[in-house]
């Protein structure tokens, strides 16, 4: 029986270079939510007969998001190689909202962070469909799906 889902998910850790708690909180937030409920279904795989569920891993080398797709058991199944350069303005953009974002609960008014929050929301939305469009006939996935995926993708751009 077919079971089109992320059951384990990692990160490239040498990726990552620096965690505050802020991060760190949302890294585990999308890890969880992820986990808990997805929808994804690679098109090979699938063609080769491995129904799912799968174990994800993700890194990033020479700006490149590398998807390393595991069957259960953890064989590899397949990498696939998306190139991050139209996801670059977002990442941008994403963390300097988020930066906005964490100085805001700190000492503005809650009007003012439900403004930035709603920005927030948008950028991450955008880059959600965009990842949804970059994966059209490689992995079949939901919006919520890659709008976690886009938050495990930025962890891994945090340089120092």
């Not at 969880?32 to 569920?53: K, T, Y």
């Not at 990442?91 to 927030?120: G, H, N, P, Q």
Request: neutral net charge; glycine residues 6%.
């Amino acid at each position: 029986m077919a079971d089109p889902r992320i059951s384990h998910i990692e990160l490239d850790d040498a990726t990552i270079l620096r965690r505050n708690a802020d991060i760190e909180q949302e890294r585990r937030v999308a890890m969880f939510d992820l986990i808990e409920e997805n929808r994804f279904c690679p098109a090979r795989a699938v063609a080769a007969g491995h129904l799912g569920p799968y174990r994800l891993r993700l890194a990033v080398h020479d700006g490149r998001l590398a998807l390393d797709i595991s069957n259960d058991g953890g064989l590899l199944l397949e990498t696939l190689i998306l190139g991050l350069g139209r996801f670059r303005r977002s990442i941008r953009d994403y963390f300097a909202i988020c930066d906005s974002y964490y100085s805001a609960i700190r000492k503005a008014t809650a009007a003012e962070i439900e403004t930035i929050d709603m920005a927030r929301r948008g950028i991450h939305n955008e880059a959600a469909e965009l990842l949804v469009e970059r994966l059209a006939g490689k992995v079949e996935t939901d919006f919520a799906t890659a709008r976690r995926l886009f938050t495990l993708i930025c962890v891994l751009h945090i340089k120092g």
